[in-house]
C-alpha cells in the first residue's frame, strides 16, 4: 500500500456496481486533525457506513479489527488480513487538516489483489459548523458506489421507558450501539428494530418493531425497559445473600432491611417471579427472627390474661400453616418463635398456680393446648394427660366450693345459735327463779287458806313447781343442744371452706413445686430489672439467658447440671455451650450480648 494513501484521484463516485465487490471490510477512521473533538466524528463516519452497507445487503462486510492504516504495523495487518480473508477491497479513511485549518474527510479503498488504492473519495469543510454535511455527504458517495444506487437516509429517535438500564439495539440483526439515543443516518426502506437488555437468563428482547424509513424523516420510538439488567440481577443477589447470612446477627438488623428494602426497589415494577420468591423468604427469615427476639417475658409473666399467640407473635402465626418439623431455616425459626410463646406461657402458667389465679390459669392452659395444635407441634410443651389431670382437678376443686355453698351447715349453725340465744335469754331473765317465787307465794297463800280454797291453792302452787322445773329444763337443753348444733355447723362450714381452697394449692405444689419456683425466680428477676444489676455492682457485664425445653438435664457452662427451664449467666460476647441442641442451630454458637435473652431447646 502505498504511503500516500490519498494522492491517487480516482473518484470513489465514479465506480460502478460492476467492480464485482462482494466481500468488504471497514477499517475505522482515524482522528488525524490532533482535536480530540473529532474523534466521535470519526466513530459516527465509521458506524455509519458499516451499518448502510449491512443493511444494503449488497456486499458482506468482514470484520477485520481496528488496525492504523496510516502507521506501518497497521498496514502490513490490513494487507495480511486482506489477504488470509480473501477480501475484495478494504474502506479506510481519515480525518485531517487542509489550509487555513479547514477539515478534510478522506475516503478509499485498497484491494488486496492489486495491493493498492484503487478509488478515493474525500469532502473539505470551510468551518466546524458543516463538517457534519460534508460527512454526511461522503457517506452518501461513499456507500452509493459500493451498492451501485442512490443511497438516502432517515433517523431513529430511541425515548427508553428508563434511563438506568443498559439496553442494546438492533436494526435488521445488526448491532447498532448500546444506550444511543437514536441513530441519525439510517438506510429507508422497511427496517425491524429490536431493543434487548441483559439479564441474569442472558440477553433478552424487550421491545421489537417493523419500521418505514422515509427519506428526510425522524421516526421517534418509544419503548420499554421492564427487566433486570445484569447489573441489578448482581446487586439483588448480592444483597440477598447479605441479608440471608447476616439476618441473625445481633446488630445487623438495620443493614438487612436497608438490602431488603434496596432488593425490593430494584424488582419494582419487574416480573421476576424468582427475585419476588427469593425477597419475600428473606424478609420473612428477617421478619420472623426479629418478633423472636422482641419476646418479652414480663409481658407473659405478668399479663392480667393470656397472651394469645395471634397477638403475641403474629408473624409465626401467619406462617404456621408452613411450619415444617426440624425442616428449611424459615421452618425452624417459625418453630423456635411457637415453642419459646409455649413455653413462656407455661412459666406464666406456673406463676398463676403459685398465686391461686385458677381462672387466669384455666386461659393459659386453654392458649397453650390451642398453640401446639394450630402449630402442629403435639405435645410439645404439656402433654394430653397433663392438661386433663390438671381438669380434673379443677373439676374436684368445683365440687368441693359446691358444698360449701351447701346450706345445711349454715342452717345448723343458725339454730344451734338460737337455742343458745334462747337458753341464755331464759338465764339472763331469770325465768326459773321468778317461776319459784310465784310457786312460793302460791304456798304461803295456801297455808293460810281457809278449808273451802284449800284443794285449789295447792294445785296451783304444785303447778308453779311444775313449770319452774320444766323451765329450768328447757333452759339447760336449748343452751346445750344449741351449743353442739352451733358447733357442728361451724366445724362442717370450715372444713368445706378449708377444703376448696387448699386443694388446688396442694395440688399444683404437688405436681408443679420446681416449675412453680422457676416461675417466681424468673418473675422476681425481671421485677428487679436483673438487666442493670451485675454492671452496677462492678462485675464483669454478663448475659441472662432463660433455657426453656423439655424438662430434662442439661450441663450447664460451670459443668453443673439442672433441668430445664432455668436461668443462667454466661459472660457477655461468649457463646452458650449446652449438651441440649438448639431449636436453630446457630443459636448453639451464637455469641451473647449484655441483657436477657431467650434460648429455646429440642
Do not use: C
Not at 249 to 273: K, N, T
Amino acid at each position: 500500500m502505498s504511503a500516500l494513501l490519498f494522492a491517487i484521484v480516482v473518484p470513489l463516485s465514479a465506480q460502478k456496481r460492476t467492480t464485482g465487490l462482494e466481500r468488504l471490510a471497514v477499517v475505522p477512521f482515524v482522528n488525524q486533525t490532533g482535536n480530540a473533538q473529532w474523534d466521535v466524528l470519526a466513530a459516527s463516519l465509521t458506524d455509519t457506513i458499516l451499518l448502510t452497507l449491512r443493511l444494503a445487503e449488497q456486499v458482506t462486510v468482514r470484520d477485520i479489527g481496528t488496525p492504523d492504516p496510516f502507521s506501518d504495523a497497521g498496514r502490513a495487518e490490513i494487507v495480511r488480513a486482506g489477504r488470509e480473508s480473501r477480501l475484495d477491497a478494504i474502506l479506510v479513511g481519515r480525518l485531517g487538516l487542509a489550509e487555513a485549518d479547514r477539515v478534510t474527510i478522506e475516503t478509499g479503498l485498497y484491494a488486496p489483489s492489486a495491493n493498492d488504492v484503487v478509488a478515493t473519495e474525500s469532502r473539505t469543510a470551510f468551518g466546524a459548523f458543516d463538517v457534519l454535511d460534508a460527512a454526511d455527504e461522503l457517506v452518501v458517495a461513499v456507500t452509493s458506489a459500493i451498492t451501485g444506487y442512490p443511497v438516502d437516509f432517515g433517523a431513529l429517535i430511541l425515548e427508553p421507558s428508563r434511563a438506568d438500564v443498559v439496553f442494546r439495539v438492533y436494526l435488521d440483526g445488526a448491532l447498532v450501539g448500546e444506550n444511543i439515543n437514536g441513530i441519525p443516518q439510517v438506510l429507508v426502506g422497511e427496517r425491524r428494530l429490536d431493543v434487548t437488555v441483559v439479564s441474569r437468563a442472558g440477553e433478552q428482547l424487550v421491545y421489537s418493531a417493523d419500521l418505514l424509513i422515509r427519506a428526510g424523516e425522524a421516526n421517534t420510538v418509544s419503548f420499554p425497559l421492564p427487566e433486570i439488567t445484569r447489573t441489578e440481577a448482581d446487586m439483588i443477589d448480592t444483597r440477598i445473600a447479605f441479608a440471608e447470612r447476616n439476618f441473625a446477627v445481633s446488630g445487623a438488623e438495620s443493614a438487612v432491611q436497608a438490602a431488603l428494602d434496596e432488593v425490593r426497589d430494584l424488582i419494582a415494577g419487574a416480573d421476576r417471579p424468582g427475585d419476588e420468591a427469593a425477597l419475600v423468604l428473606v424478609q420473612s427469615l428477617v421478619d420472623v427472627e426479629r418478633e423472636f427476639r422482641r419476646i418479652d417475658p414480663a409481658g407473659y409473666l405478668f399479663a392480667d390474661s393470656a397472651l394469645r399467640a395471634s397477638e403475641a407473635i403474629p408473624v409465626a402465626w401467619t406462617f404456621r400453616k408452613d411450619l415444617q418439623n426440624g425442616g428449611d431455616k424459615l421452618g425452624k425459626r417459625i418453630r423456635r418463635t411457637a415453642l419459646a410463646h409455649l413455653h413462656m406461657t407455661r412459666i406464666a402458667f406456673a406463676l398463676t398456680l403459685s398465686e391461686s389465679n385458677w381462672e387466669r390459669a384455666d386461659l393459659l392452659l386453654d392458649e397453650i393446648e390451642q398453640t401446639q395444635a394450630e402449630f402442629g407441634l403435639g405435645d410439645a410443651v404439656l402433654s394430653e394427660r397433663q392438661i386433663n389431670a390438671y381438669r380434673e382437678a379443677r373439676e374436684t376443686s368445683d365440687r368441693l366450693v359446691r358444698r360449701r355453698r351447701r346450706p345445711v351447715p349454715y342452717l345448723l349453725s343458725l339454730v344451734g345459735a338460737g337455742g343458745v340465744g334462747y337458753g341464755s335469754y331464759l338465764v339472763y331473765t331469770d325465768a326459773v327463779g321468778e317461776t319459784i317465787d310465784d310457786a312460793d307465794a302460791l304456798y304461803e297463800e295456801y297455808l293460810a287458806a281457809g278449808p273451802d280454797t284449800v284443794s285449789t291453792k295447792r294445785r296451783a302452787a304444785e303447778e308453779k313447781y311444775d313449770e319452774a322445773e320444766f323451765t329450768e329444763l328447757v333452759q339447760w337443753s336449748t343452751i346445750g343442744a344449741g351449743a353442739v348444733t352451733l358447733v357442728t355447723g361451724l366445724l362442717l362450714a370450715v372444713r368445706n371452706i378449708r377444703q376448696s381452697d387448699t386443694y388446688m394449692r396442694d395440688w399444683a405444689d404437688d405436681r408443679y413445686p420446681r416449675l412453680m419456683a422457676v416461675a417466681n425466680g424468673v418473675a422476681e428477676y425481671l421485677e428487679d430489672d436483673g438487666r442493670g444489676r451485675r454492671s452496677d455492682t462492678g462485675e464483669a457485664e454478663r448475659a441472662d439467658l432463660l433455657i426453656v425445653g423439655p424438662e430434662s438435664i442439661v450441663t450447664l457452662p460451670d459443668g453443673g447440671v439442672d433441668a430445664m427451664p432455668l436461668l443462667v449467666s454466661v459472660p457477655a460476647g461468649e457463646a452458650l455451650v449446652l449438651d441440649r441442641a438448639a431449636v436453630v442451630p446457630s443459636d448453639s454458637t451464637r455469641v451473647w450480648e449484655r441483657g436477657f435473652h431467650l434460648v429455646v431447646t429440642e
